[in-house]
């Protein structure tokens, strides 16, 4: 199986930057894409941003793709989320998620796409 453990969530003012970790272990080599959700009290789960096994094909939720950008560093094994200028909306818990290599789901922005979730990092963005 794939673990996978966020980190870098907090408490910050509007206009602010973040950058947001997520740390896969076990069966990193059957990990393709990646993703980053994000879920409100009371929300469904949202597509945030993902990327591909080679770091090249990557893809944003329009609302904050000219805001945040969504890397990888597959010889650490970490997933990235630099996100600017945070707003208040954007306050979430947000979730790493890891899609395996030949899984028949393949369309990133889905969460049955996925196989393996973390347990999400909170994110508060004070107005």
């Known amino acids: 199986q794939v673990l996978l453990v966020e980190s870098g969530g907090g408490l910050v003012q509007a206009g602010d930057s973040l950058k947001l970790s997520c740390a896969a272990s076990?069966?990193?080599?059957?990990?393709?894409?990646m993703g980053w959700f994000r879920q409100a009290p009371g929300k469904e789960r949202e597509f945030v941003a993902s990327?591909?096994?080679?770091?090249?094909?990557?893809d944003h939720e329009e609302s904050v793709k000219d805001r945040f950008t969504i890397s990888r560093d597959n010889a650490k094994n970490a997933l990235y989320l630099e996100m600017n200028n945070l707003k208040p909306e954007d306050t979430a818990r947000y979730y790493c998620a890891a899609h395996k290599s030949g899984a028949r789901n393949y369309y990133y922005s889905r969460v049955n796409s996925y196989e393996y979730w973390g347990q999400g990092t909170q994110v508060t963005v004070s107005s």
């Open positions: 076990g069966r990193t080599a059957s990990i393709y894409a």
């Open positions: 990327i591909d096994r080679s770091g090249y094909n990557l």
